[in-house]
């Protein structure tokens, strides 16, 4: 099994552009959240989805926007990508939330110039 | 609110020392309590879990105990490895159906 699976594994984007990170799960999981983890922060959760179609907002959601169209698939898009955006990030999927196993992709770390 | 608090990193050490990476908890109710592992490069994995009070977690010749009463969950190795650097993160969660909250993690360093 691939487990997650994240591309690209390194962007430069200049202020303004936009893109969409890609996160994949061949477990069947349910659960799928996007974090950002930076110095000394820690992880934050951007968003998160329980389903398919159904997806809410976490602990840092401002210039990010999601979609579950899939159990599989959970892009995230930066819309207009600013130099505070500039983090690594690590989408993850479970079972459920709770005491379930978070299985996390291997990161995207992303410059923004 | 509820919160994971641990120490200040990094760690440094020499290898077969004995490791403690200290944990404590704010929480409302009675969460689950985790360790996770990120190595370089990689993403998180979960090294072990405790849900509930004086349940010990224990894998890769880690383990941590929940202590209820003094809300901690302190992560205890008896001789490390270089293969144990790492970031560690210690996160909990109140119920089934919660978010799992993270600490800010501790960087750990072996030397040979």
């Known amino acids: 099994n691939a487990g997650v699976t994240q591309t690209p594994k390194f962007q430069v984007l200049k202020t303004g552009q936009s893109m969409t990170l890609q996160c994949a799960q061949d477990?069947?999981?349910?659960?799928m959240s996007w974090y950002r983890q930076d110095p000394g922060m820690g992880l934050r959760l951007i968003h998160y989805?329980?389903?398919?179609?159904?997806?809410d907002q976490g602990e840092v959601p401002n210039g990010y926007n999601v979609s579950r169209s899939t159990t599989e698939d959970f892009p995230l898009r930066l819309l207009s990508a600013a130099p505070s955006q500039t983090s690594v990030y690590f989408c993850?999927?479970?079972?459920?939330?709770?005491?379930?196993?978070?299985?996390f992709g291997p990161g995207t770390r992303l410059t923004v110039t | 609110g509820n919160s994971v608090t641990q120490m200040e990193g990094p760690v440094t050490l020499s290898e077969e020392a004995f490791l403690t990476i200290n944990c404590t908890y704010t929480?409302?109710?009675?969460?689950?309590l985790f360790w996770y592992v990120q190595y370089p490069g990689e993403g998180l994995q979960l090294l072990l879990k405790?849900?509930?009070?004086?349940d010990k977690g224990s894998n890769k010749g880690f383990e941590a105990t929940y202590r209820k009463e003094t809300t901690s969950f302190h992560l205890e190795k008896g001789s490390v490895q270089v293969s144990d650097s790492a970031v560690y993160f210690c996160?909990?969660?109140?119920?089934?159906?919660?978010?799992?909250?993270f600490g800010k993690g501790t960087r750990l360093h072996i030397l040979p």
């Open positions: 477990m069947n999981h349910e659960y």
């Open positions: 405790a849900t509930k009070a004086d």
């Open positions: 993850a999927s479970s079972l459920g939330q709770g005491i379930h196993e978070q299985y």
């Open positions: 996160a909990l969660t109140l119920n089934r159906d919660d978010k799992i909250i």
């Open positions: 989805s329980v389903g398919a179609g159904i997806t």
């Open positions: 929480a409302t109710g009675y969460p689950s």
